[in-house]
């Protein structure tokens, strides 16, 4: 027998729809709210099966309500995604052509970086090598300005990185256009933009940030899951 999607669940799909992503405490709050309103009962601990209960309602639609982890302080993010398009087409209503072209680009050089970011410098320099159309450098900063407001971007001190909202929404893009290219988390399976490499020549497994944080976490001489060799880098502090 399917699950019975209650009003519950409806009320917490219409919050989603209207947030598009939030993070894990919120959508905890959220769960309890939904189910406080409506008399259901609320479970702590399942809340991704309270979620599952809304994909299998959203299947046909082709959405899903997604999870993942924001490289920058380790949290859980829940994000409502557009299975029907999973490419940068899906922002054409958003942007004009050249715009997502300079977004495609600044992917691109985030994808290539070691540290899975760029410098707004770098973002503007290509802006000036669009094929479609250029764009000023006053525009590509309003372009880029507007794709950290709508949560394409995250930009801290000059540089930018992709956001959770991106990561999650983009995956599957990104996993198509960048095979060849992207690097993998040895703890956590996902795929890696901002981490740390093992630095020894045989192994040089990569592990995400937060990831490191949490599994040297306590060790008094880290070393390398993989390889056993010392582990050079500072080691990141646990974020809550």
């Known amino acids: 027998m399917p699950p019975h999607l209650g009003d519950s669940h409806r009320r917490f799909l219409q919050s989603m729809m209207s947030n598009s992503v939030m993070d894990e ?8 709210h939904c189910c406080d309103i409506h008399k259901a009962q609320c479970v702590p601990d399942k809340l991704d099966d309270f979620i599952e209960t ?18 920058d302080n380790g949290q859980q993010y829940y994000a409502l995604v557009n299975m029907a398009e999973t490419d940068v087409t899906r922002m054409s209503s958003d ?30 320099n290509v802006a000036d090598t669009l094929t479609i159309k250029k764009l000023k450098k006053s525009e590509a900063e309003q372009v880029l300005n507007r794709l950290v407001q709508d949560k394409w971007l995250n930009e801290k001190r000059g540089e930018f990185s992709l956001s959770i909202k991106c990561i999650i929404e ?10 060849d290219q992207l690097k993998m988390c040895h703890i956590c399976h996902n795929v890696a933009f901002q981490c740390q490499i093992c630095d020894s020549p045989t192994c040089g497994i990569k592990i995400h940030n937060p990831c490191v944080a ?6 008094v001489e880290p070393r390398c899951p993989a ?7 500072e080691i990141p502090e646990v974020r809550h």
């Not at 072209?101 to 707004?120: A, P, W």
């Not at 983009?170 to 095979?179: A, L």
């Not at 390889?227 to 880098?233: G, I, T, V």
């Open 95 to 124: 942007y004009a052509d050249n715009e997502l072209e300079l977004f495609r680009k600044t992917m691109d050089l985030i994808v290539s970086s070691e540290n899975g970011k760029v410098s707004s410098t770098d973002v503007l």
């Open 54 to 71: 809304i994909n299998s309602k959203l299947q046909p639609m082709f959405m899903q309500i997604r999870k993942g982890m924001s490289e």
């Open 214 to 219: 949490r599994y040297f976490k306590g060790r």
């Open 227 to 233: 390889c056993d060799e010392f582990w050079p880098y």
């Open 170 to 179: 983009m995956e599957p893009y990104i996993r198509r256009m960048y095979e």
């Open 25 to 32: 405490q919120q959508a905890r709050a959220l769960y309890q």
